[in-house]
């Protein structure tokens, strides 16, 4: 979980229509609701309302290609920092640092989001400054902090360099009289990124299994759905949908970061973020977009404050940080693992309780 936002609950409800959940008797399953007391409407909102024109599947050959410019540390300036530094496949894409580290050890000025499912994003960055994961790839390798590549030629003579690179764009793009460029890298990378996607016991719950989620696990849905978190953290992802302003009844603590008013150079868009997903948010700590929420229950605390101007009790945190642990998903080993190109092979472990790894 990264943050929600309550102020367009409240001008959608007009005369404060959310209502908080009352907390029971802690050890109580009784006062626990059931699949049957949460009003399926409101979990429509975590469904596709309808299929999305979603681009051509990739071809093996380009995915593959994609897979391996993933971990490639030499397309940065000290060969050193591939994308997988900074978005670790086997610990969900987030690499658990309050910002990353780039080339020469600078820090990033925001905390690294996952790569899981990120794909189905309405947009990229924070900021949003990038309109698909095809567009924000490349971005990191052509950063003075992050991979420290000099500028696009300078990219394009790495691999052109790099005989089994030409042997790889080649078989990617055979119709294409050049096959290097930085169109076709952040293509590449972005169609194995596609498939980084993953699912939980939160999908098979909305998939019609009620018992896929735990007594407590509903709970939390409850107390969230009741607190209008879905109205910004809502769609298949919980959250990826749109925009918010962080801080709207209590200010955020760190007013440093403008937020999308640096790219928008509105002042109406200061301290507005992209509102994040939360599935796989159990994790990838630190929380929000300064790092500035070390657990999930303080993330959780932390936007009843500054969002929805009330102090969660603890029962009610606990139920919330239970059913978003629900959201952990299963990563796919044989997907995100190099078996050749000299690359060690990657392993994870899945959260306590959950879905391990596949096999597959």
């Known amino acids: 979980m990264k943050w929600w936002i309550v102020i367009a609950a409240v001008a959608a409800c007009s005369s404060r229509d959310v209502r908080p959940a009352s907390a029971p008797t802690q050890g109580s399953d009784a006062s626990l609701p059931t699949s049957t007391e949460i009003n399926p409407r409101l979990l429509r909102r975590f469904r596709p309302v309808a299929a999305e024109v979603a681009p051509p599947p990739a071809s093996p050959e380009k995915i593959a290609l994609g897979r391996r410019l993933f971990f490639e540390t030499q397309l940065s300036r000290n060969g050193q920092i591939a994308c997988n530094s900074c ?3 086997d610990r969900y894409g987030a690499d658990g640092r ?3 580290l780039g080339i020469d050890g600078q820090r990033g000025a925001r905390n690294t989001p996952s790569v899981y499912n990120a794909a189905n994003h309405f947009v990229q960055f924070w900021d949003g400054r990038s309109p698909t994961i095809e567009d924000q790839a490349v971005v990191p390798i052509l950063s003075s902090r992050e991979m420290g590549m000099r500028d696009a030629p300078a ?3 790495v691999l052109q360099a790099m005989p089994e ?3 790889a764009f080649a078989a990617a793009y055979p119709s294409d009289r050049v ?3 930085m169109a076709h890298l952040g293509e590449s990378i972005g169609a194995f990124e596609r498939g980084l996607v993953t699912t939980s016991s939160w999908d098979d719950f909305l998939a019609g299994h009620p018992d896929a989620l735990t007594p407590l696990e509903q709970r939390g849905l409850r107390v969230f759905l009741d607190s209008g978190c879905m109205v910004c953290h809502t769609g298949p992802q919980v959250g990826g949908t749109m925009f918010e302003r962080v801080g709207v009844v209590e200010p955020w603590p760190n007013q440093q970061d403008p937020g999308r008013a640096g790219v928008t150079h509105s002042q109406a868009d200061r301290m507005v973020f992209k509102v994040p997903s939360l599935k796989n948010v159990a994790m990838t700590a630190p929380y929000f977009h300064d790092g500035s929420a070390a657990t999930l229950e303080i993330a959780i605390q932390m936007m009843g404050r500054h ?4 102090e969660l009790s603890e029962p009610d945190v606990s ?3 239970a059913w978003m642990r629900a959201m952990t998903g299963t990563i796919k080993r044989s997907y995100i693992e190099l078996p050749e190109h000299g690359r060690p092979s990657v392993h994870a ?5 959950k879905k391990a790894l596949s096999a597959r």
């Open 98 to 100: 309050q910002t990353s």
């Open 349 to 353: 472990a899945a959260a306590p309780g």
């Open 155 to 157: 990219v394009i003579a």
């Open 179 to 181: 096959p290097i460029t």
């Open 87 to 89: 978005h670790p496949l």
């Open 319 to 321: 139920a919330i940080a």
């Open 165 to 167: 690179y030409v042997e």
């Open 307 to 310: 969002q929805l101007g009330v």
